[in-house]
Structure formats: C-alpha cells, structure tokens
T-cell receptor, first 113, second 109 residues
C-alpha cells in the first residue's frame, strides 16, 4: 500500500517569500505530525493533528508557521516570509492514532536563499 | 527539559556487531523507538519497545531497555554495508515524539 507522501521533494525559495508544503498521510491514519530536521540535528516537533480535535501547535517556532488539515486527509504546512534559518527538511508522519507507531514521509527539503 | 541523547558517530567493520546507545530523561515515556534514515530518504521505523519490556529481538536487531538508568540500545548483528545510515532514538508518551540527534553508523568493508 502507499506510504506517506510529501510534495514538493525539494523547494528553493527567496527570503521573504511564502512556501506551502503538502503531506498525504496513509489512508485511515487519524493522526498526522509535522517535524523539522535541520542539517546535522535531530527532529524538532512542530505540530500534531488528531482527528477532529484542536491541533497541538506547541512546537511551531513562530507565528510565520501554520498548518491545516482537511478532515483526516491532506495537510499543508505554510511558512510565511521565509527566513534563511527556515532551511531544513520538513518531515510529515502519520499514525493510526495517538500512541501508535508513526510512519514518515520522505520529507521536503527547503532551501531559503 | 526532556532530552534524548545519542553519540553522533559509530564506525564498525562489516560482519561485526554494532551497538548504538541512547539515553533519555523522561521517566514517564511509554514507547521507545529506533528509526533509520538513509541518505536522501525519510525515516524508516526499525523497531520499538514498550517501556514495560526490557528486551526485544527482531532478526538481526536487538533492543535493550534499562528503564532504571533510562538507557536504550540497539544492537545490529552481522552488520552489513547496507546498514550504513543515521539511526535515531525516539521516545514518546503518545502524541509528539522526542528524537535524539542521530548516530551516523559507518560500516567499513
């Protein structure tokens, strides 16, 4: 079956521009997560969606970051007015529910010039 | 705060065993995971262990958990060049996960 997919796989943008990253979770997975991985560092939690509950946004680093999820399907992570320090790999993961194993997508590599 | 720590590098010879260590600070963690990341790829779940277990074996992989010391290890038997990757330790209570910085395993022929 299909795994978690993300698009685009790579994105190069200019400082100050907005970017939108997309995640398609595994069908039926109610939980969806976004993480950021900076070069040479571990994963940094950004946001978590569980069903129709209010998302856990506690990891979003600034108000330039936002994410939406349509029901239990696609999610988009939006970064407004990108900065060079936003350059990272953005990983999406989904799971059957909270406390279940997370399955990761291949990530979107974002480079802000 | 709660941290997950790993050594950054490990180098072994092909055919040897590899042991990757991880320590965590949150004693209420209920799940502990090992993920593998190959170059240019996303994370792949290798194995996980519940906090009420102290060992789990899956083919060449053995996970040991010392809950008292909050120490987790991953042993790869008969390490192959295809095992070269970055290995991430992670813990959770459900909801968000906390990851270590990853251990880069290099397997020399």
């Amino acid at each position: 079956g299909a795994g978690v997919s993300q698009s685009p796989s790579n994105k190069v943008t200019e400082k100050g521009k907005d970017v939108e990253l997309r995640c398609d979770p595994i069908s039926g997975h109610t939980a969806l997560y976004w993480y950021r991985q900076r070069l040479g560092q571990g994963l940094e939690f950004l946001i978590y969606f569980q069903g129709n509950s209010a998302p856990d946004k506690s990891g979003l680093p600034s108000d330039r970051f936002s994410a939406e999820r349509t029901g239990e399907s696609v999610s988009t992570l939006t970064i407004q007015r990108t900065q060079q320090e936003d350059s990272a790999v953005y990983l999406c993961a989904s799971s059957w529910g909270q406390r279940e194993t997370q399955y990761f997508g291949p990530g979107t590599r974002l480079l802000v010039l | 705060g709660e941290d997950v720590e790993q050594s950054l590098f490990l180098s072994v010879r092909e055919g040897d065993s590899s042991v990757i260590n991880c320590t965590y600070t949150d004693s209420s963690s209920t799940y502990l995971y090992w993920y593998k990341q190959e170059p240019g790829a996303g994370l792949q779940l290798l194995t996980y262990i519940f906090s009420n277990m102290d060992m789990k074996q899956d083919q060449r992989l053995t996970v040991l958990l010392n809950k008292k010391d909050k120490h987790l290890s991953l042993r790869i038997a008969d390490t192959q060049t295809g095992d070269s990757a970055i290995y991430f330790c992670a813990e959770s209570k459900g909801g968000d996960m906390r990851f270590g910085a990853g251990t880069r395993l290099t397997v020399k022929p």
